[in-house]
């Protein structure tokens, strides 16, 4: 697991799932982009949650096969803290710190089983 800061983006990378956290450059001009310009629906939030969470438990699932079975917990406060920052920022526009243990009250994270990834040959498209 790799913890990455800059000045612009902060990358929380797990294995080969990379989620952006905070990784929307900071817009001093765009106050507004809550529900109606992002174009999430309130009635979007659970499946976007659903989402979120599955992609948790996948990269729980991860940290488990490397031998760490510890982190469910951190992890899952983590998960938490992060959803509370994404559903404050999709029905408001407006960027709040939540801090990890904000996300104390979300239920803990099971890890959720890898499905089994084959490599395949794709034709070019248009690509130069």
């Known amino acids: 697991m790799i913890w990455r800061k800059d000045r612009k983006r902060q990358f929380f990378i797990s294995g080969p799932f990379i989620w952006p956290y905070g990784a929307v450059e900071p817009r001093r001009k765009a106050a507004s982009v809550g529900l109606a310009v992002s174009g999430v629906k309130e009635e979007d939030l659970p499946r ?56 104390a009250d979300e239920p803990l994270l099971a890890a959720f089983p890898i499905p089994n990834f084959t490599p395949q040959r794709w034709p070019p498209r248009g690509s130069f």
Do not use: C, M
């Not at 079975?69 to 998960?79: K, V």
């Open 48 to 103: 976007i949650y659903q989402y979120e969470r599955q992609a948790s438990q996948l990269g729980l699932a991860l940290l488990e096969q490397t031998g760490e079975l510890r982190l469910a917990r951190w992890l899952t406060n983590r998960f938490g803290a992060d959803w509370k920052f994404l559903a404050h920022f999709y029905r408001t526009g407006k960027k709040v710190r939540f801090e990890s243990d904000a996300g």
